[in-house]
């Protein structure tokens, strides 16, 4: 065990593979890959499968390093966006019934409802 550096660590089971997955806090500045596969599937942006926040891999194909995902990250967040009768000039957990923080992807998310979820860190 690294006494230095803190892992979070979680289990994510892909049948028929149990794979051990970190993140270390160096691998923030550390760019996403897109595509990535994960398991068998192709993803061309930041998913939250296996999580509550979205993440990415830092591998063409997944082998267990990642990172939660930011604004910047695509698709990116547009500041500022109307919601409801509302301009936001950060994300928001208004109207998101888990309680969590989101942006939209568009000047108007009240026309174009496009949105993604942002990171735990409010990026």
């Keep these: 065990m690294e006494t230095d550096?803190?892992?979070v660590n979680f289990l994510c089971k892909?049948?028929?593979h149990t794979w051990r997955v970190s993140s270390l806090p160096g691998f923030v500045n550390s760019t996403c890959v897109f595509p990535f596969i994960y398991g068998d599937v192709i993803y061309h942006n930041c998913i939250s499968i296996h999580s509550d926040y979205a993440w990415c891999s830092l591998d063409r194909k997944f082998q267990?390093?990642?990172r939660y995902c930011t604004g910047q990250d695509?698709?990116?967040c547009t500041f500022p966006f109307l919601?409801?009768?509302?301009?936001?000039?950060?994300c928001t957990k208004e109207g998101y019934i888990l309680n969590r923080s989101w942006c939209s992807l568009t000047k108007n998310y009240n026309?174009?409802?496009?949105?993604?979820q942002c990171s735990p860190h409010n990026f």
């Excluded at 919601?83 to 950060?90: A, E, G, N």
């Excluded at 026309?111 to 993604?116: E, I, S, V």
């Design 5 to 7: 550096v803190k892992k």
């Design 83 to 90: 919601f409801r009768k509302k301009l936001f000039h950060k």
């Design 111 to 116: 026309q174009d409802g496009k949105w993604k």
């Design 74 to 76: 695509p698709p990116k």
């Design 64 to 66: 267990g390093r990642w």
């Design 14 to 16: 892909l049948a028929p």
